[in-house]
């Protein structure tokens, strides 16, 4: 952020002289939703270009389900307030010395905000650096259609799921995800792999082994690993527990090769229930179940599905349906000090007993199954994001004992 931080300063040095009041309204309002531009982008990890998709995010989104996001809409409108009222009456300055001390104030506000943020600088990850080498579950697990050997493969990517950087969250952590129950059918395996990017680079990274995201990767003029399973032969359906206009996913899930979709509108009339919140769908509880039912009524002997969960987006609300409303996981003092994160745990527990629960039955088809993370959970407060790794997502794979048998 220094960088814009600075510009934006200049700037409104160079504003504040202008005589013109409307003038130095509309550069104030400027400064003002330029930096808001790129705090946001970067607190969520992606590029600044998606900026353009505001009207999607206006349209889709519910901030107002957040109590979080109002508190800080608060402070957004009383800070522009402020800023409108007393930052358009600077004097004009009288000699160089005075513009000196102004850069030069600009310049020490702008070391205090990094110096202030220096903890978590590590974690905005918007793009790869060039030449970095291309790494996801997929890859580590050498998972392609000659290689599985059950007659399904299953692939979840699971929203705002990270690498916890201490041991009290990894315990947490383990027990969201304790496999205890599913090792007796299922060989599993764990590991991380490193990320970059919001949810549409992790739906690139693993499914086309690319550094990109929805906007910047070509689907027209590539083969991705759901057309190489369709190739040889596995059905192909994709799951996402929202809309299909969302990050335009309705365009380019066919692209990457899903013969059929099933967004909010499909799984909520073969029976999910609806989650309210920031991003309100169908509730990911209910979607495994749908899932197999789908595995079982299948006419292919062989499937690739493919799931790409929703109600962990952040911020977590405080919802039953969600399974957040009373989070019992840690101790009393950290569900004390750290309830959002509490929220988000809870969460995943939810989602994780729902398909280990599914997978586990005994009527449910042989299959292999991948969980992987998109991305560590964008935490907003510094005390939260820095219990995360910044480079990392977890994974699990679930490798059916009984395949090749």
């Known amino acids: 952020m220094a ?3 600075f510009f934006c300063g200049l700037m409104a040095i160079v504003a504040s002289q202008r005589s013109s009041a409307i003038l130095r309204v509309l550069a104030m309002l400027s400064i003002f939703l330029i930096l808001l531009a790129f705090y946001a982008t970067k607190s969520f990890n992606v590029g600044l270009g998606n900026i ?80 970095t080498p291309i790494d996801s579950a997929i890859l580590q697990n050498h998972i392609g259609p000659s290689t599985v050997e059950a007659d399904n493969l299953i692939v979840i990517i699971v929203e705002s ?25 299922y060989e599993v395996s764990r590991g991380i792999s490193e990320y970059y990017g919001s949810t549409t680079n992790a739906e690139v990274r693993e499914w086309c082994a690319v550094w990109a995201d ?29 809309n299909d206009q969302f990050f335009r996913r309705g365009e380019w899930y066919p692209k990457l090769g899903f013969e059929e979709d099933y967004f909010d509108r499909e799984l909520t009339k ?10 309100p769908g169908v509730c990911d509880t209910d979607v495994p179940k ?8 299948s006419k292919s002997e062989r499937n690739l599905l493919y799931w790409l969960t929703l109600n962990a987006h952040l911020p977590v609300g405080s919802e039953h349906k969600l399974g957040s409303d009373d989070c019992k996981l ?8 750290f309830p959002m994160l509490c929220r988000s745990y809870a969460v995943h527990q939810a989602v994780a007993k729902s398909i280990f629960e599914e997978i586990n039955a005994e009527d449910f088809p042989e299959a292999d199954i991948l969980i992987v993370g998109d991305h560590m959970p964008p935490f907003f407060p510094r005390n939260i994001r820095t219990r995360f790794d910044s480079a990392h997502v977890p994974w699990l794979y679930l490798k059916n004992r009984a395949a090749g048998d």
């Not at 009290?168 to 027990?175: K, L």
């Not at 749908?290 to 009524?297: G, N, Q, S």
């Open 3 to 5: 960088a814009p931080m």
């Open 52 to 131: 353009a998709m505001v009207d999607q995010y206006l349209v889709e989104l519910r901030p107002a389900q957040s109590p979080e996001y109002l508190v800080a809409g608060v402070v957004l409108a009383i800070a522009m307030g402020l800023a409108l009222r007393f930052g358009t009456r600077t004097r004009k300055f009288g000699s160089t010395s005075q513009f000196v001390m102004a850069i030069a104030a600009v310049a020490l506000l702008v070391n205090a905000d990094t110096y202030a943020t220096a903890e978590t600088r590590g974690s905005y990850k918007a793009k790869a650096p060039a030449g």
């Open 290 to 297: 749908i899932m197999a039912k789908h595995l079982k009524e």
């Open 330 to 337: 840690g101790n009393a003092q950290w569900r004390e000090d």
């Open 214 to 242: 929805h906007m910047s990767f070509d689907f027209d003029n590539s083969v991705c690993l759901p057309e190489a399973f369709r190739r040889k032969g596995f059905a192909t359906k994709a799951f996402h527990s929202f």
């Open 270 to 279: 073969e029976g999910a229930r609806f989650c309210d919140g920031v991003f």
């Open 161 to 185: 799921w990270g690498v916890p950087a201490n041991d009290f969250d990894r315990a947490i952590d383990h027990q969201v995800w304790d496999t205890t129950a599913l090792e007796a059918r």
